[in-house]
C-alpha cells in the first residue's frame, strides 16, 4: 500500500463509487481489479494478487466479504499510524540513549 498517493485513493474512491453499488462496497473480485487497475506494474503479478488477497480478507472486519470504503480507509489511516509511530520510535531510541541510572 506504500504506492498510494492522495490522487490515486481519489481515483479509488471514484471507482468504488462506480462499482460499489448503493453500499459503497467491493467484493474480493472488483476489489482486486481496482487496485490492480491503479497500482504500478509488479514483477510478479501472482504474488501482488495473492497479497491483495490477503489484505481484503485483513481489512473486512465485519467478515461479510465486501469491502466497505470505511474499512479500506480506516486501514490507511491505522497503517500509516503505525509506520509513522514506529518510525519516531526508532529514531527516538538512535537519538536518545537510555541510561541507567544508579
Not at 36 to 54: C, G, K, Q, S, T
Request: aromatic share 6%; net charge negative; hydrophobic share 40%.
Amino acid at each position: 500500500m506504500s504506492h498510494l498517493d492522495y490522487r490515486k485513493l481519489e481515483m479509488i474512491y471514484n471507482d468504488y463509487n462506480l462499482m460499489g453499488g448503493t453500499n459503497n462496497a467491493l467484493d474480493m473480485e472488483k476489489f482486486l481489479a481496482v487496485m490492480l487497475h491503479h497500482l504500478p506494474p509488479p514483477a510478479d503479478r501472482v504474488a501482488l494478487v495473492r497479497n491483495l488477497m490477503e489484505l481484503f480478507e485483513e481489512i473486512d472486519v465485519n467478515g461479510d466479504e465486501d469491502l466497505e470504503w470505511v474499512e479500506f480507509t480506516n486501514h490507511i489511516i491505522d497503517q500509516g499510524m503505525v509506520k509513522r509511530i514506529a518510525s519516531l520510535s526508532t529514531r527516538s531510541r538512535t537519538t536518545c540513549p537510555v541510561t541507567s541510572v544508579t
